[in-house]
């Protein structure tokens, strides 16, 4: 069986304990193995051309200075951050979102005017951590 990835899963049969190695088919059982292994591995890449492989996104509503949790074990080092206010000024006033710390579990942040208030309001934020061949960061 050709591997279904990337457009679907597979489904594979494992093997038990008490199964000979005909039943389900030793042969075949490693072809599609391989076959999926191909296939992630050309998704995937090479060197520099491997995708990021720390990603996450959210909305946030911010209150002042507020720390923003990210998903639990995504992040190995502390990722890159980017965050926009999801509302917009008049004329006469401009909002800034601003990052205070990153870390690998929380993102410290706040939206403030033009004229240097702390504003409360809905932020849009990403957080990407590249691989190694990739950036630093």
Partial sequence: MPTNYPTSLDNFTNPTAN????????????????????AIEAKLGLGANVMPYAFSAGTATLTGVTAVTMPASRF??????????????????????????????SVSMYVVRNDGVLTNGDVHWFAIQMTSAASAG
Avoid: W
């Fill in 19 to 38: 199964d000979s190695l005909n039943l389900p088919s030793h042969s075949t059982q490693h072809a599609n193995a391989n076959d999926a292994i191909e």
């Fill in 76 to 105: 190995t080092q502390n990722p890159l951050v980017q965050i926009t206010p999801s509302f917009g000024g008049s004329s006469s006033n401009s909002f800034y979102a601003v990052i205070l710390s990153t870390g690998t579990t």
